[in-house]
């Protein structure tokens, strides 16, 4: 469920993720994860996005993963036998608090190899960030605030004024009540 949603931001505001992670709003388009497989790939949190000249690799993660370092480094080669001419950012994204220091681990290193990537963990991030960003904005009661509840009525009731230029009040109720209850 959290992977469908993140992949769904990931698709409808590549540009709001851009700008959070690369910097700059660049235009981003998705790349699909079977152009890179040499064997199955564990596509359900993988999410690549591409531009002229580079690559976002998000992973949206819930829980800590002591697979990840190798699954970044696996990534890193299969993208890069692919598109050779791209420089890559890779990102791992917190969504859950966790006090593991699995959390924390930003490289992997065997032998010779070193690969590193960078981790954020959404709960330490100022909720301006995500705020005044419409592709972030679901992802600023996961960030750092002092009362989630209240940020997360002021995001819902945010989106209920806004859809009611659009849509109707009944309807906007019932589908923000709806999407609760299944959620739930």
Known sequence: MFDNVCKFLAETFPADLAQWLLGEPIPLTELSPSELSLEPIRADSLILLKSEGVILHLEFQTQPDPTIPFRMLDYWVRVYRRFPECSMQQVVIYLRESSSDLVYQTQLEIAQTRHQFQVIRLWEESVDTFINVPGLLP?????????????????????????????????????LRQEIMQKC
């Open 139 to 175: 992802f600023a009661v996961l960030a750092q605030t002092g009362d989630r509840q209240k940020l997360l009525e002021q995001v819902a009731a945010s989106t209920a004024i806004l859809a009611g230029l659009v849509l109707e009040k009944v309807l906007i109720k019932r589908l």
